[in-house]
């Protein structure tokens, strides 16, 4: 795990980028000052490749589960397992099992903003592809 600037990072990207910021009444309850001292203390943790490649299986073909483990982390573990922190998802959730595409669909965020990339057909979790749900911001 490292800690980069964002405006860095995205220069840097060769990439479509995607924003999904928090909706309103989420970030009037999210607890974040749990929620960044998680992901500071995770700094130099490995990349775990064997749990994603797992909950990669567990999603497509609907085998294997996954053990709740943050001695390494990959990439949408350590983003719901962050979530968790701030108390926005529910505990409930297994971090160590979930997926991009799960990350997206928590129904926690205010639209989606495309930062950076070609424009794609970008299909929302909700099953809509509406351009007013789908911003822009060049």
């Known amino acids: 795990v ?12 060769h990439g479509a980028i995607w924003w999904l910021p928090l909706d309103r009444n989420v970030r009037k309850n999210f607890k974040f000052k749990p929620f960044w001292q998680f992901l500071m203390d995770q700094k130099g943790k490995h990349y775990d490749i064997e749990q994603a490649l797992l909950a990669g299986l567990k999603h497509w073909v609907g085998i294997g589960d996954n053990e709740e483990d943050f001695n390494s982390f990959y990439c949408s573990e350590i983003v719901v397992a962050g979530l968790k922190m701030g108390e926005v998802i529910s505990q409930t959730i297994n971090a160590s099992e979930t997926t991009p595409i799960d990350v997206c669909s928590f129904g926690i965020y205010d639209g989606v903003h495309q ?6 057909g970008l299909m929302l979790p909700d099953g809509n592809d509406r351009d007013d749900r789908i911003r822009k911001n060049h």
Do not use: I
């Open 115 to 120: 930062l950076k990339g070609e424009p794609l």
């Open 2 to 13: 490292s800690v980069n600037l964002m405006r860095e990072r995205v220069e840097e990207y």
